[in-house]
């Protein structure tokens, strides 16, 4: 059964940096992407950043996060500088992969909260 971890998050004043981590455990037969995900109270789940081949960012995040995938370890990373209180989110991991013999298809982590509050 794959499962994807999070850590990471909490509490971090305006301009601050915090580093999120996401590990992918089980039995995976190919990841295809790895990214992170955001949402807040009474909004849909948005899109941070995501990298396949190359790395996608929400235009809200540019010059500020930076994402690293760790392809031999299954993992990825979310670096978040000069964070912002909007920025305050439930972080959630996504990776789309396929396990033995099954189709892919999208898996969540738990999900770690982030608070930038001074």
């Known amino acids: 059964q794959v499962k994807l971890v999070e850590s990471g998050g909490g509490l971090v004043q305006p301009g601050g940096s915090l580093r999120l981590s996401c590990a992918a455990s089980?039995?995976?037969?190919?990841?295809?992407?790895m990214g992170w995900f955001r949402q807040t109270p009474g909004n849909e789940r948005e899109l941070v950043a995501n990298?396949?081949?190359?790395?996608v960012y929400a235009d809200s995040v540019k010059g500020r996060f930076t994402i690293f995938r760790d392809n031999a370890k299954n993992t990825v990373d979310l670096q978040m500088n000069s964070l912002k209180p909007e920025d305050t989110a439930v972080y959630y991991c996504?990776?789309?992969?396929?396990?033995?013999?099954?189709?892919?298809?999208?898996?969540w982590g738990q999900g770690t909260q982030v608070t930038v509050s001074s």
């Open positions: 089980g039995t995976i037969f190919t990841i295809y992407s």
């Open positions: 990298i396949a081949s190359r790395p």
């Open positions: 996504k990776s789309f992969l396929t396990e033995p013999e099954r189709r892919p298809r999208d898996y």
